[in-house]
């Protein structure tokens, strides 16, 4: 029975890893049948370090690791999709641990990719999944990994997305799920999480909380080349949320947006419609899992006003929060629709 602290100096074995990766590019949408060729290739170079301090997240965690990958891809239809290059950053959450039988782990990144090849109405019109360079990404990989002493092998099967959530269109997105092999080098070997059991006298020795949350938000995106050429239009939101805490690392939340969506009001005709039909109102619920000083959110909404109604009456939303000691914090996300982006939420938010 002790007290936690909440955000105690990261120390624990670093490792180094080189992955092999193969696998497939998923079309999930009809249209992009024609863009799968030949079979998907990747390398990954991973650094991270397990954090054994002994503080909250460490042991909520039960010792995770932390740390940064880069990944030179190919999706199999050089010409048209062309290689990318990715940096991301990643927690690594242990599922089992044993020295004797290896470690299963789940690991959650997300960060930013170049890729070569972009839609070109001229030079690569069949590149109807990705409308820019430069593209957020996202990975969830499940691995195993046994450990020699500071070596280690693994395998394992991962998935990860790139898409820019309609700042440019087209914005269809490259999927991808590969399977990899693993050879790594740990300058410590890895440590078994093996403390007894805790319980926390006080939340606020974990995280700094507060019931009321207020965010402004902030968006460019692109309508599909129809009726008008693509280009750039604002979109600017007021958010409220109640929070309650579950647990010390989830929160369940409820809040309504209030939304000001330009390319609403140029979606179905050469001429905008009025201006206050770009408005919407709708009610958001979700939840929030704090790691370290990042949160992780996602939930539902639902419109009570949406006159234009490009996307229909249901919308859902994910992103992280990343917080400072005081009480301002700033936020990525992507705001959708039934799965279908429509922009990408930059948010400045603030907690009473």
């Known amino acids: 029975m002790f007290q ?88 690594k959450y242990p599922i089992y641990q044993s020295k004797k039988w290896g470690f299963i782990d789940f690991r959650l990144g997300q960060g930013l990719s170049y890729i070569s090849e972009k839609y070109d109405k001229y030079s690569n019109k069949k590149n109807i999944a990705i409308g820019s360079h430069i593209n957020g990404f996202v990975n969830l990989q499940f691995s195993w990994t046994k450990h020699f002493n500071k070596f280690f092998v693994g395998a394992g099967i991962d998935f990860s997305h790139i898409s820019n959530s309609s700042l440019k269109s087209p914005n269809q997105g490259l999927n991808t799920l590969t399977t990899f092999a693993t050879l790594g080098y740990s300058f410590y070997e890895r440590q078994v999480y093996d403390q007894p059991k805790f319980s926390i006298d006080s939340i606020e020795t974990v995280r700094n909380f507060s019931k009321w949350h207020f965010q402004f938000v902030f968006s460019l995106k692109q309508n599909l080349a129809d009726h008008l050429a693509p280009r750039n239009f ?119």
């Open 4 to 91: 936690l602290k909440g955000h105690a100096q990261l120390e624990g074995p670093f490792s180094m890893s080189l992955s092999p990766k193969t696998g497939l590019l998923m079309a999930h949408r009809e249209t992009m049948h024609h863009l799968v060729k030949g079979r998907p290739n990747a390398l990954e170079l991973e650094f991270s370090r397990q954090d054994t301090s002994k503080g909250a997240y460490s042991q909520i965690y039960k010792y995770p690791s932390r740390g940064g990958s880069f990944i030179l891809q190919d999706y199999g239809n050089r010409e048209v999709l062309g290689a990318s290059l990715t940096f991301f950053r990643f927690t």
């Open 234 to 352: 604002g979109v600017a939101a007021l958010q409220g949320l109640y929070r309650k805490r579950l647990t010390p690392v989830w929160d369940t939340e409820f809040g309504v947006d209030l939304v000001y969506n330009e390319a609403n009001r140029w979606f179905y005709d050469v001429t905008p419609e009025p201006i206050y039909e770009g408005f919407l109102i709708g009610g958001y619920s979700g939840m929030a899992l704090s790691v370290y000083k990042t949160q992780i959110y996602f939930g539902l909404g639902l419109y009570a006003l949406n006159l234009i109604n490009p996307a229909g009456w249901i919308y859902n939303r994910i992103g992280i929060r990343f917080k400072g000691d005081g009480p301002w914090d700033f936020s990525i996300g992507i705001k959708a629709h039934i799965g279908v982006a429509d922009y990408l939420e930059w948010g400045l938010g603030y907690s009473l």
